[in-house]
C-alpha cells in the first residue's frame, strides 16, 4: 500500500485559498488518491477524488502531476469553517476487496 | 445520498462488559464495510474489513475474538467489544463502500464515542 506524508499542521487567514500536498511515491497503477475531510468527534468527510491530471468539484480542486507520486488539495477562499483535518489516501484496489490506510493529516487552522 | 449512520452515537460501560456498535448504510447497499478506531489527536486506524456474507479481515495487532465484526445483509454491519477494558475507551468509525475489489469512494458514520469505566 502507498503511504502518504503530509504536513502536520497549516495555518491559513479566512478568505486565502490553501493548497496542501501530499507525496504518495510508491502509488501503484490502479490506486487512486482521495482527500477527507474530519471534524472533531465527526467521522471523516469525503471532499474530492482523483486519478490524475486535475479534478474539481464545487469544493475543491485536485490536482496530480503526471507521475502521480503527490498531489495538491486546493481549497479556494478558506473560512473559519473550514479548521479541520485533511487526509490524503491512497485507496488500493486488491483482490476481495480493498483497503485504506490514514496517514497522520493535515491539520489546517484557519484564522480571522 | 450515500449516508451511513451509526448507533449509538456515544456509550459508556462497565469494564468487562460487552457493547455492541451498528453501522447502517442507509440509502445504498454496501458490499464493504470498515470499522476504524481513533484516539485523540491521533489518526483512523483501520481495523477490519467485512464483506457481506463473509468472515471480516482483521488488520495486524486486532484481535479478532475482542472485536467481533457481522455483516448480515448488505445494509448493516455490526462490531461488539467484548469483556470491554478502560484501554479500548476510543472514537469508533465505520464505513461502507458500495463496490468490492475495485476503488470505490467510503462513505463514513458518524463515529461512536466508547468510554468504558
Known amino acids: 500500500l502507498a503511504k502518504t506524508t503530509q504536513p502536520i499542521s497549516m495555518d491559513s487567514y479566512e478568505g486565502q485559498e490553501v493548497n496542501i500536498t501530499c507525496s504518495h511515491n510508491n502509488i501503484a497503477t490502479n490506486d487512486y488518491i482521495t482527500w477527507y475531510q474530519q471534524f472533531p468527534s465527526q467521522g471523516p468527510r469525503f471532499i474530492i477524488q482523483g486519478y490524475k491530471t486535475k479534478v474539481t468539484n464545487e469544493v475543491a480542486s485536485l490536482f496530480i502531476p503526471a507521475d502521480r507520486k503527490s498531489s495538491t488539495l486546493s481549497l479556494p477562499r478558506v473560512s473559519l469553517s473550514d479548521t479541520a483535518v485533511y487526509y490524503c489516501l491512497v485507496e488500493s484496489g486488491e483482490t476481495g476487496g480493498f483497503k485504506t490506510i490514514f496517514g497522520a493529516g493535515t491539520r489546517l487552522f484557519v484564522k480571522a | 445520498g450515500a449516508v451511513v449512520s451509526q448507533h449509538p452515537s456515544w456509550v459508556i460501560c462497565k469494564s468487562g462488559t460487552s457493547v455492541k456498535i451498528e453501522c447502517r448504510s442507509l440509502d445504498f447497499q454496501a458490499t464493504t464495510m470498515f470499522w476504524y478506531r481513533q484516539f485523540p489527536k491521533q489518526s483512523l486506524m483501520l481495523m477490519a474489513t467485512s464483506n457481506e456474507g463473509s468472515k471480516a479481515t482483521y488488520e495486524q495487532g486486532v484481535e479478532k475474538d475482542k472485536f467481533l465484526i457481522n455483516h448480515a445483509s448488505l445494509t448493516l454491519s455490526t462490531l461488539t467489544v467484548t469483556s470491554a477494558h478502560p484501554e479500548d475507551s476510543s472514537f469508533y468509525i465505520c464505513?461502507?463502500?458500495?463496490?468490492?475489489?475495485?476503488?470505490?469512494?467510503?462513505?463514513f458514520g458518524p463515529g461512536t464515542r466508547l468510554t468504558v469505566l
Open positions: 464505513s461502507a463502500s458500495r463496490l468490492a475489489g475495485l476503488t470505490d469512494t467510503q462513505y
